[in-house]
């Protein structure tokens, strides 16, 4: 039976065009814009591999060959590090081509995100898998990927990630209308909606860049019309699997309380790489204080 394999594959939908960081992304990938010193992707990829997914599939297009090289090895810069002894800089450079196996296929179209996640159909087959979305950062401390796989493999159906949300934002995200689960720490997705109006929205629950979905949403997605921004779109998808029967049908959400982070333009990507940077050691010890001092000097 299909829900009980454990999951093992996650599919990166990195095809779209980055425009709202132009002209960086002219000839540069959005995914690969540094957060720190990593592109923002390998951090999903490192969420990814923690949580025992090493089959990667990425979604890419046009213009994305970077992305390959930077998962591949570099011969001659790691010989180079090497030979100088500099362990820690040839440490941090294959860190990136040791989180499992990748593939990459490209969605020829931009039909939106559920047309990516169509693209995987082939390379996934018949098992649950996991998306992760680019623009999402979800802190290495916090859990989400391990506990949907959990509620995965319980459920049987399909699992998304909710985050609440101020009720001015939503308009920005797919949001669902839930119900409690007894006894349980998941929540019934009732019904979806893809990024609505203050006023139409069911709840504060905002979709967050996580999904395990199980394989039916393959047969959906193929039937599942052009929606908002007349792409078609993933949550569509699941709001008929929602509201579907038999094998593969249903939709859980754990609601996430840690901390996400957002890439996707360019004020919360500020804020992520000061966030993150705040934390680190080797550089929020000295990086708060000038903050601080900024800040009351602005
Ligand atoms: C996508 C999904 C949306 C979700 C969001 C999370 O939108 O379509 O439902 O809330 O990711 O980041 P995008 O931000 O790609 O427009």
């Known amino acids: 039976m299909t829900q009980n394999r454990r999951v093992i594959k996650a599919v990166i939908p990195a095809a779209g065009l980055g425009t709202r960081f132009l002209p960086a992304t002219k000839a540069m990938p959005k995914e690969m814009l540094p957060v720190l010193d990593q592109p923002a992707i390998q951090y999903v990829v490192a969420e990814a591999s923690k949580a ?12 994305k060959r970077a992305l390959e090289d930077h998962f591949d090895r570099v011969p001659f810069m790691e010989a180079t590090l090497e030979a100088k002894g500099d ?5 941090r450079v294959q860190e990136a081509t040791d989180l499992g196996e990748i593939h990459y296929i490209r969605q020829k179209d931009p ?42 493999e319980k459920t049987g159906g399909s699992v998304i990630a909710l985050m609440e949300v101020d009720p001015s934002q939503i308009s920005a995200y797919g949001c669902a209308d839930v119900t409690a689960v007894e006894g349980e720490d998941y929540v019934r997705v009732n019904g979806l909606v893809e990024k609505p109006a203050i006023e139409d929205a069911p709840s ?27 792409e078609i779109q993933l949550t569509d998808a699941l709001e008929t699997l929602a509201a579907a029967d038999g094998e593969g049908s249903g939709v859980h959400a754990v609601v996430f309380r840690g901390r996400r982070y957002d890439t996707g333009d360019k ?22 204080p000038w903050l601080k001092e900024f800040v009351s000097k602005h």
């Open 267 to 288: 004020l919360s990507y500020l804020q992520a790489v000061i966030s993150l940077a705040s934390e680190r050691p080797d550089i929020g010890p000295e990086l708060v």
């Open 52 to 63: 025992g997914l090493k089959d990667v599939l990425m979604i890419t297009g046009r213009s």
């Open 111 to 152: 039909k939106g995100l559920g047309h990516a996640v169509l693209c995987a159909k082939q390379h996934v087959g018949d098992e649950a898998f996991a998306v992760l979305l680019g623009d999402d950062l979800i802190d290495e401390r916090d859990e989400l990927l391990s506990t949907m796989i959990d509620v995965q």
């Open 204 to 230: 504060n629950l905002a979709v967050i860049g996580r999904y395990v979905l199980h394989p039916r949403v393959f047969d959906v997605l193929e039937e599942t019309k052009p929606g908002r921004g007349n």
């Open 87 to 91: 362990t820690e800089k040839l440490r």
